[in-house]
Structures are given as C-alpha cells and as structure tokens.
C-alpha cells in the first residue's frame, strides 16, 4: 500500500523517537512522513511504499531541535565586550543596557534582518523550533515592536520587559516595574505567548518578579523566568509560586530549589552557551537529573552573554561538562525544549508528532559531542518539508 503524498525515509542507522517517555531510539529504522506529520516509524524492512523515498544510508535521524530560550530582537554586537571579559572582566548584567541603546536606534528593516539571519542560522543547525523574547526596547513602543517582529519567525514569542530597569528610570525600579506590568502589557500582551522576568541581583528581585508575572498571568500569559544564573536567589520559588512552565539557568541551585523544582514541578532549562561565554561554573546537570527533575538545554542565544545558536554545542557542553549522558543531552535539547514550551507536537518522532526532523551526517546521534564543533547537520524537515541541507 503507498500512502499518498508520502515520504519514506528507510535505512536509518538510528532513529531518536523519544516517544517512550524519555530518550528512546531504534536501529535499522524507517520513518514516514504524510500530510506534515509523522505517520508512521518502525524497523526498515517492514516499512510502507510511499510516493518518494530517502535513503539514510545508516545515518541517525533526530527530532528537530527544540531552542526553548533565545534573544534574538536585538541590533548590534558585543564582541569586544566578550574579548575583554575573556581577558580577565567579570560579567555585569548591565551589559545588557549597550544593546538596549544600539536596539532603539535600529529600523524595523533592520531588526527584522538581523531576526531572520539568525532564525535562518538556527534552522540550517537542525533547530525546527524556537522561542524569541523581547527584552532589548525597554519602552512601550519598543517592546511592542520587537515582539511583532519575533511574531513573524515563531509562535513562541515571550514578553521581556523585565530584562533590566532602563536608564531613564535609574533610582525608579518600581516605577519602571508599574510599567511593565501596566500599559507596556498592555501593548505587548496581544503579540505573546508568554511573560519572563530576569530575577537576578542587579535586575528584579523577588517582589517585583511576582508582581509582573502575576500580571502577565491574568492576561492569559504563560510565565517562565530567568532565575539563579549569577547566584543563589529567590528566582525558583518565584516561579514555582507564578506556575511557571521553566525556570531556566538554574546555575545556583540550593537543596531547597531543588525540591522546589521536582515538585512544582518546573523544567530546568540549562543554557551552558552562557556560562561559556562568561566562563562561570556550568550549571549541574547530573544533580538535577538524579533528583528527578525534568531538564532542558537551549542556546539563550543573545549577543551579551551567549552568542551561539548551536545547539549541537550545547549538547556537547553538556556531556562533557555538566555530566549529562549523550542520551540525556539530546533529549534535553529535543524532548525537553518542548516541555519548556508545554508542546505536545514537537521534540519527538511517534506517530502524530510534527514532522520536523534533523538527518544527521553520521551514524548515532553521540557524534553530536563526540565530534563538537563540526557542522553534521545534511539535512532538517519542517513540517515535512525539506527546509535546509540535502537529503541526498
Ligand atoms: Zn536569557
């Protein structure tokens, strides 16, 4: 029987599923994809005929990356900022306040290059979703803006109005605070899906985070926050009080957030590309992961702190330096991101699932740490259509 309209991709060497709750793969697999979606997966030689065929040729298949936190609105670059911190200056969160200047001063046609340059970036890396916060505007205007634009590239757009507290309310946090959660929501609401708030020393601290969560929440936004990056803080109670879906760096952790985060429960989102570029201790994988708590890996791709789009890279950080295994790390970054996003549809290749998959140019998806740094990404399904590479 052929299934109309169908693609049949037969000889995988392996197939990453992940539809057995956690990572789960077969060999010698095939996989069909009919009407944007997964229709079938099983062992090669009982696969269906379908209209067109790919032959694998025993590399690995792989669920599109899932990047559940990325900064992508933004004009300008930091890199002499990174050159000097490499040479010995610490990591200030007010950094953040050079990009919030050069983001202003941009054009729309500006911004929305930058935007696509970097989506188009992510999605040749094998990264099928992504979410984009606002963050860089700080005004009602530029928020708004930014988050019509980040409405264009995906449905996972995140209000972040509480990045930092502007300039022009220095000495004003709870004025600057009044605003976010009243008429710059108001403005921002309509383009999001979801409301974050850094919850750092030198950002928002416990109050204020609750407070715009809170307010975000009652217009139909989902929370997740930026919480214990560059220390201990309030950060993970914060978000399991507001319900939130992640809380995400998780690089400080007490046993009492520990517990907070099983229990909740809040996915863990790990964003190693940050403690790279800032060369802080990476956040401690294996601990969470033997508690029990459900973790996630993404880029916080964002021109301060984390200028990587790579997820591959973070899967490599992971393994090597966060004690995650191969099998963790890209269930982290697939099965997991989803999670982050409360999506059903993305991060695995059962039956049903979106049909967004990576082939991989090698056999197993452990190349993706074992050989870090090198580009083994041939080709990335979307929906069922071939977006980027070749499948030849
Ligand atoms: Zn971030």
């Not at 459900?294 to 791709?301: E, G, I, K, N, S």
């Not at 996003?341 to 991989?360: E, N, Q, S, W």
């Amino acid at each position: 029987m052929t299934i109309p309209g169908s693609t049949l991709i037969t000889q995988i060497g392996e197939l990453v599923t992940n539809d057995g709750g956690g990572f789960t793969a077969m060999t010698d697999a095939a996989l069909v994809i009919e009407d944007g979606v997964v229709a079938w997966t099983g062992p090669a030689a009982r696969a269906p005929a379908a209209d067109s065929v790919v032959d694998a040729d025993g590399r690995a298949v792989l669920p599109g990356f899932v990047d559940s936190h990325a900064h992508l609105v933004f004009a300008g670059e930091r890199s002499a900022e990174f050159a000097a911190r490499m040479a010995g200056r610490p990591y200030q969160a007010g950094g953040i306040l050079t990009t919030v200047a050069a983001t202003r001063a941009a054009s729309d046609t500006a911004l929305r290059a930058n935007l696509r340059r970097l989506a188009a970036e992510m999605l040749r890396q094998g990264t099928t979703t992504f979410e984009c916060k606002s963050g860089y505007g700080l005004t009602v205007a530029d928020e708004a803006r930014g988050l019509a634009l980040a409405a264009e590239v995906t449905p996972e757009v995140t209000y972040l109005g509480a990045h930092v507290v502007p300039p022009e309310f220095t000495g004003d946090v709870a004025g600057y605070v009044d605003l976010v959660r009243g008429p710059m929501l108001d403005a921002c609401a309509p383009h999001a899906r979801w409301i974050d708030v850094f919850c750092e020393d030198g950002a928002f601290g416990a109050d204020e985070a609750a407070a715009i969560l809170a307010a975000g929440r009652a217009r139909g936004l989902g929370t997740r926050i930026h919480a214990n990056q560059l220390g201990p803080g309030p950060g993970i109670r914060v978000a399991a009080e507001a319900g939130a879906a992640s809380a995400d760096h998780c690089t400080y952790l007490t046993d009492a957030d520990l517990d907070t985060i099983v229990s909740a429960p809040l996915v863990a989102t790990l964003l190693p590309g940050a403690e790279f570029g800032t060369r802080h201790p990476y956040p401690d994988g294996r601990r969470l992961l033997d508690a029990g708590a459900t973790v996630a890996l993404a880029t916080d791709c964002n021109p301060g702190s984390s200028f990587t789009s790579s997820m591959s890279f973070c899967i490599a950080l992971a393994v090597r330096d966060m004690r995650m295994t191969t099998q963790e790390a890209l269930w982290a970054a697939t099965a997991g991101g989803a999670r982050a996003l409360r999506r059903t549809d993305v991060g695995h290749l059962g039956p049903g699932a979106r049909a967004d998959l990576i082939l991989l140019d090698a056999p197993s998806h452990a190349y993706l740490a074992y050989r870090p740094g090198v580009p083994q990404i041939a080709a990335v399904w979307q929906s069922g259509h071939l977006s980027a590479g070749s499948a030849s």
